[in-house]
T-cell receptor, first 114, second 113 residues
Framework: TQLLEQSPQFLSIQEGENLTVYCNSS?????LQWYRQEPGEGPVLLVT?????EVKKLKRLTFQFGDARKDSSLHITAAQPGDTGLYLC??????????????FGQGTILTVHP | DAGVIQSPRHEVTEMGQEVTLRCKPI?????LFWYRQTMMRGLELLIY????????DSGMPEDRFSAKMPNASFSTLKIQPSEPRDSAVYFC???????????FGDGTRLSIL
């Protein structure tokens, strides 16, 4: 069974601070996706990283995929209250009969205070 | 464009009753996924279909749970009989193909009393 450990579980910061969320596994993934979920809604895809070592930027968000494709990080610069939400990482199975099946981390609940 | 549509949005019922959750995936998407989300266990994959065929149902908790996809535009997740521990938010998601990014519905919040 593939597991993704996400940390920290909870993060409460002030507006303007920087933060990093980590997603680690002992398994190799064909790709890693980051989602953001708000209360009462389903997760919404932020980004997909595919290549080991890949870095993608989405405004103030920077996503990195580990060289071995086993881990990833999400860095937010100058956090704003609108960034508040549940952040989920999800790894896609690299092969076998369940190719593409996503394994989700437990999530990081981020609260940004004005 | 219409996203993934789930119904009902909320369901409250007594234990022992049959519960049916419904999902309409995005048109043209070939893969459909059913998830359950709780505070304790996070987001868990229950079952997924590719081209209407169940591929992996290893996440289905027990025989009380069943899922069908009679055609490309409709799927159901049924719990019979329901138990209080089934209370959770159930999400349906679809993707163009297996391994592609998934688009989630807004979920069904299920409460079993």
């Amino acid at each position: 069974t593939q597991l993704l450990e996400q940390s920290p579980q909870f993060l409460s910061i002030q507006e303007g601070e920087n933060l990093t969320v980590y997603c680690n596994s002992s398994s190799v993934f064909s790709s890693l996706q980051w989602y953001r979920q708000e209360p009462g809604e389903g997760p919404v895809l932020l980004v997909t990283v595919v290549t080991g070592g890949e870095v993608k930027k989405l405004k103030r968000l920077t996503f990195q995929f580990g060289d071995a494709r086993k881990d990833s990080s999400l860095h937010i610069t100058a956090a704003q209250p609108g960034d508040t939400g549940l952040y989920l990482c999800a790894g896609a199975n690299a092969g076998g009969t369940s190719y593409g099946k996503l394994t989700f981390g437990q999530g990081t609940i981020l609260t940004v205070h004005p | 464009d219409a996203g993934v549509i789930q119904s009902p949005r909320h369901e409250v019922t007594e234990m022992g009753q049959e519960v049916t959750l419904r999902c309409k995936p995005i048109s043209g998407h070939n893969s459909l996924f059913w998830y359950r989300q709780t505070m304790m266990r996070g987001l868990e994959l229950l079952i997924y279909f590719n081209n209407n065929v169940p591929i992996d149902d290893s996440g289905m908790p027990e025989d009380r749970f069943s899922a069908k996809m009679p055609n490309a535009s409709f799927s159901t997740l049924k719990i019979q009989p329901s138990e209080p521990r089934d209370s959770a938010v159930y999400f349906c998601a679809s993707s163009l193909a297996t391994g592609q990014p998934q688009h989630f519905g807004d979920g069904t919040r299920l409460s079993i009393l």
